[in-house]
């Protein structure tokens, strides 16, 4: 039997994608109800945008975006500052055996994909790329 890589997709169970999944729509819902007492976290649009499990489903890394980027130092201070109501709705709405302690971290993934899309859209790398097709 082959093992894969944890941080590969491959290499993660349904299970912990399935209970992932389960906590994005239920931190995701929280926030866009503005069901959390937090000036900023009610002033800002906040998307989660993945939640990674760990295998024994007792540590959940949480990746969030404000809209815009905009005052994610402040919105990622904000949601650890609310951590605890977060693990308890979670707690509460996920049948699992342990409430998941939440890790909240700004997702770079966006800020990548542009810095690429801007490197790709250079002139010489334009220019490289058109070469290659011909």
């Known amino acids: ?13 349904v299970r912990l994608l399935r209970v992932g999944e389960q906590v ?3 931190l995701s819902e929280l926030l866009m109800r503005g069901e959390v007492h937090d000036d900023v976290l009610t002033s800002h649009s906040v998307s989660v945008t993945e939640v990674r499990m760990s295998p024994d489903l007792r540590y959940a890394t949480v990746f969030v975006k404000p809209l815009l980027g905009a005052d994610e130092a402040e919105v990622l ?4 500052t609310n951590t605890a109501f977060f693990q ?12 998941a302690k939440l890790k909240f971290l700004a997702d770079e993934s966006f800020d990548t994909a542009a810095h690429i899309e801007n490197l790709l859209s250079d002139p010489k790398v334009a220019q490289d790329l058109d070469s290659d097709k011909q």
């Open 88 to 99: 308890k709705e979670v707690a509460g709405r996920v049948k699992v055996k342990y409430a």
């Open 77 to 80: 201070k904000a949601l650890k």
């Open 24 to 26: 994005r729509h239920i």
């Open 1 to 13: 039997m082959a093992k894969y890589n944890d941080t590969s997709p491959e290499g993660r169970s």
